[in-house]
């Protein structure tokens, strides 16, 4: 049985908060870069922008939640039940 691990504090969520902001900026940073050196066109740089941007975006919030302890197994969830009124 795996020992219960502490809930992510302040800490945590700065750091959650920073690697998102880094996130952002970098790969705005990759996708502005490829366009100015003529790699992307015009309109392959709006599907990026609005397609895979968001999707970047996900997956590094996923790493990042997993790296800083936001993940949650099966053992952390708690039944729900409906309040009688």
Known sequence: ????????GPDAARAFR????AGAIVGL???VSLYWYGT???F?????LLLLYPI???LVATALSVWL???KDVTSL?????TER
């Open 69 to 71: 302890g936001y993940d």
């Open 78 to 82: 708690r039944p729900v039940y409906r």
């Open 29 to 31: 940073a990759v996708a």
């Open 56 to 58: 970047y975006l996900v």
């Open 44 to 48: 392959a740089f709006g599907y990026v």
């Open 40 to 42: 992307l066109t015009a």
């Open 18 to 21: 920073l690697g998102i902001v």
């Open 1 to 8: 049985m795996n020992a219960p691990r502490p809930a992510p």
